[in-house]
């Protein structure tokens, strides 16, 4: 499966999670169903997942989580808040380089309406 089949069931079933449950709860709650949901898909998910800093010959194991890695692929990073800003951007960006995943999205599910919460990142993604 590639990386933008992946997405599209990732962006399909956050939709699905947010018209059921609606806006404004806390994003470890929406990280825990969209995991449910996403491996009731059959997708290989993990969640909190640590992504190490390497810098020259010194290693942070704990320095970042990513919310949730879906098929060792695609970073999902939640948000429920007003409004996504330019450094929740920068740090699912950040996460793509450090991992060297090719797509994430960030889903803010504090959004009146899920589509306006959903901001597609990529790293050297090709079609």
Not at 80 to 97: F, G, I, P
């Amino acid at each position: 499966m590639t990386e933008n089949e992946i997405g599209a069931l990732i962006v399909d079933t956050a939709i699905r999670v947010h018209r059921e449950l609606g806006p404004g709860l806390l994003e470890s709650v929406y990280a825990v169903i969209l995991e449910y949901e996403l491996k009731q898909r059959g997708l290989q998910v993990k969640r909190e997942v640590p992504i190490p800093i390497v810098y020259k010959e010194i290693q942070f194991d704990e320095s970042f989580r990513a919310d949730l890695i879906v098929e060792g692929k695609v970073i999902v990073e939640l948000k429920s808040v007003e409004q996504v800003t330019a450094a929740h951007k920068k740090q699912v960006q950040t996460y793509l380089r450090l991992t060297g995943c090719k797509l994430g999205y960030l889903l803010n599910f504090g959004e009146e309406l899920m589509k306006s919460g959903i901001t597609r990142c990529v790293n050297h993604l090709e079609s």
